[in-house]
């Protein structure tokens, strides 16, 4: 892994279009300025790794078979979005 | 044309129907073009089944079938991404999670999927708002909506009638 050192405000390039400046450094946290073209995707690590984790769990479902063992009422209950409360 | 599928057999589908993600969704980045599948019990569950791989599909849901609310910021960058312009062209749907006991299903409102219906181009986003977890339990959601929506009624019913005599 490269470590670089970094005042605040000097900035780092990466490839030739992603720039990170330091913004600020706190007792133990810094503050990072991202700029970086729509196509690179820039997250939280523990956010992105989440979601990814899981997608993953959703994808073994085979089958909504399980739903059937649902009380009937709880069904009944989706996809109800007109149910405007309406004045008689 | 006819795809391979591993929960629902060969099916046939249309290539208008293909939504592509161009970058996939979250860990699965190699999987780029889906469909969407009904339900055949008429629940508003859907199926994103891969088009790419017949084995990968998810269970979605469209938010406001069990939220009172769903509020999401569409960044520019991520409307940029599907050249979405127009906000009554995203179709928004969130990846339902069914563990053992059902009733305890959750969707993942932190990571919802973006569709533009104008180009059917698709991300999977993430949300930016706190209160969006990635499990979030949906028979709490909907008992929340119910308490929500008598609220409403009680407080339109202890109005007096206008307009009329």
Redesign the interface.
């Known amino acids: 892994m490269l470590v670089l050192t970094r005042k605040i405000n000097e900035k780092i390039i990466i490839g030739d279009d992603i720039e990170i400046v330091l913004v600020d450094i706190g007792k133990d946290q810094v503050k990072i300025g991202i700029n970086a073209p729509?196509?690179v995707?820039v997250?939280r690590w523990e956010?992105?790794e989440?979601?990814?984790?899981?997608?993953?769990?959703?994808?073994k479902?085979?089958?909504?078979d399980?739903?059937?063992?649902?009380p009937d009422d709880?069904?009944k209950?989706?996809?109800k979005?007109d149910?405007?409360?309406?004045?008689q | 044309m006819k795809i391979s599928t591993s929960r629902f057999g060969k099916i046939e589908i249309c290539k208008d129907e293909i939504i592509t993600f161009d970058e996939g969704l979250l860990g699965f980045g190699d999987y780029h073009k889906y469909i969407i599948l009904n339900a055949d019990d008429g629940s508003p569950f859907r199926w994103l089944q891969c088009v790419d791989d017949g084995g990968l599909a998810f269970v979605i849901i469209e938010p406001l079938s069990f939220m009172f609310e769903y509020d999401i910021e569409i960044s520019d960058s991520d409307a940029g991404f599907i050249s979405l312009e127009r906000a009554e062209d995203a179709v928004l749907y969130v990846i339902v999670s069914i563990p053992a006991n059902p009733s305890d299903m959750t969707a993942n409102l932190q990571g919802p999927l973006v569709i533009n219906a104008a180009n059917r181009k698709g991300r999977q986003i993430i949300s930016s708002n706190s209160r969006h977890g990635v499990k979030v339990r949906i028979l709490d959601e909907m008992e929340k909506r119910a308490v929500k929506l008598k609220e409403i009624q009680d407080s339109l019913d202890s109005q007096p009638e206008e307009g009329e005599s």
């Open positions: 729509r196509s995707k997250h956010v992105y989440e979601i990814q984790k899981e997608n993953r769990e959703a994808a479902i085979t089958s909504l399980p739903l059937k063992s649902l709880i069904m209950k989706f996809g979005k149910t405007k409360a309406k004045k």
